[in-house]
């Protein structure tokens, strides 16, 4: 009886392998690499932890505009979260060697997060704004 040679590790510049990797592993392992926890993250870009919990299960997949979100908190490309192809986080030998850099990163990515959510909501008030004065003077606010 032959014994199977150990599988090979894969590269360190492609340690999340796209094809054996669903989106839910790319989320909490982008996740993990910025050293957040699932509560933080979902803090980050506005959802509940069950949502959270949902997305990394597999059980439910974010709309485009939260997809965009958690690409820049996590620092990762869209495509890369979807497909496994693109930019991901850096491997684990990276991500030990300026655990500093990392934690300012993680804010950075964490205040544009939080900056996109702020324009959201400009634009909302904006949009409620312009509706109240295309109404006619004499109607009713």
Known sequence: MTVPPPETP?????????????????????????????????????????????????????????????SGVLGVSIRWLLTGEGEGPDGPDERERAPEARAVLAELRRLGAEARQLGERVARAERRLRTLLDRPSGDPL
């Open 10 to 70: 894969p590269p360190a510049d492609d340690w999340f392998d796209p094809d054996k990797t669903t989106f839910g592993d790319r989320l909490a392992g982008a996740r993990e690499a910025q050293g957040m926890t699932q509560s933080g993250l979902a803090r980050a870009i506005g959802v509940r932890i069950e949502t959270m919990r949902n997305w990394e299960d597999d059980r439910a997949e974010p709309r485009a505009n939260r997809l965009q979100m958690l």
